[in-house]
T-cell receptor
Framework: AQSVTQLDSHVSVSEGTPVLLRCNYS??????LFWYVQHPNKGLQLLLK??????LVKGINGFEAEFKKSETSFHLTKPSAHMSDAAEYFC???????????FGKGNQVVVIP | DAGVTQSPTHLIKTRGQQVTLRCSPK?????VSWYQQALGQGPQFIFQ???????QRGNFPDRFSGHQFPNYSSELNVNALLLGDSALYLC?????????????FGPGTRLTVT
């Protein structure tokens, strides 16, 4: 079985300050991990993905995430929040050999001017 | 290069009715997955189609069924609609042989059951 836990359903950050969204996963086999972003009334957009290559993954819009197998974590960070980062963020896991994606409950990010 | 498209954008149905949602995958993709996203929740996997067959299925009742056509497009059918079926239905496409399993999502169909 595969699952994802995202704490802090709502996160508020000030513009220009760092963003940290935490994700812990459970997977029976070597997982692929993803972060997707969903802006209001828009589809899901892939931010970045980990597929057993480098453990530090860089994505679009200045986001990055680090895969830590010992901690079963895949936290998302950005050094400096921008107003356009206000959206919902989902951590997603896919086990090896399994095509279905398992989503976390999401983090709603609010950026304060 | 068109991305994943879905129709209709919004739909309102009455309890007990049936509904059909449509999805066209990204050009070059051969696999279509469907997800249900209830308000305030993450998407939940419904099923996946490849080579016109259902390959995997999530924890959804038989009222949810699908089809994939030779051009890789897909339909999601829901029978005997319940109020709890109100949600955003997302279609995602991918290429079966692509390492990493990245799925590209459409904008979704918002279904409201009254």
């Amino acid at each position: 079985a595969q699952s994802v836990t995202q704490l802090d359903s709502h996160v508020s950050v000030s513009e220009g300050t760092p963003v940290l969204l935490r994700c812990n996963y459970s997977s029976s086999y070597s997982p692929s991990l993803f972060w997707y972003v969903q802006h209001p009334n828009k589809g899901l957009q892939l931010l970045l993905k980990y597929t057993s290559a480098a453990t530090l993954v860089k994505g679009i819009n200045g986001f990055e995430a680090e895969f830590k197998k010992s901690e079963t974590s895949f936290h998302l960070t950005k050094p400096s929040a921008h107003m356009s980062d206000a959206a919902e963020y989902f951590c997603v896991v896919r086990s090896y050999g399994n095509n279905r994606l398992a989503f976390g409950k999401g983090n709603q990010v609010v950026v304060i001017p | 290069d068109a991305g994943v498209t879905q129709s209709p954008t919004h739909l309102i149905k009455t309890r007990g009715q049936q509904v059909t949602l449509r999805c066209s995958p990204k050009s070059g993709h051969d696999t279509v997955s469907w997800y249900q996203q209830a308000l305030g929740q993450g998407p939940q996997f419904i099923f996946q189609y490849y080579e016109e067959e259902e390959r995997q299925r999530g924890n959804f009742p038989d009222r949810f069924s699908g089809h994939q056509f030779p051009n890789y497009s897909s339909e999601l059918n829901v029978n005997a609609l319940l109020l709890g079926d109100s949600a955003l239905y997302l279609c995602a496409s991918s290429l079966a042989l692509t390492p990493g399993g990245e799925q590209y999502f459409g904008p979704g169909t918002r279904l409201t059951v009254t």
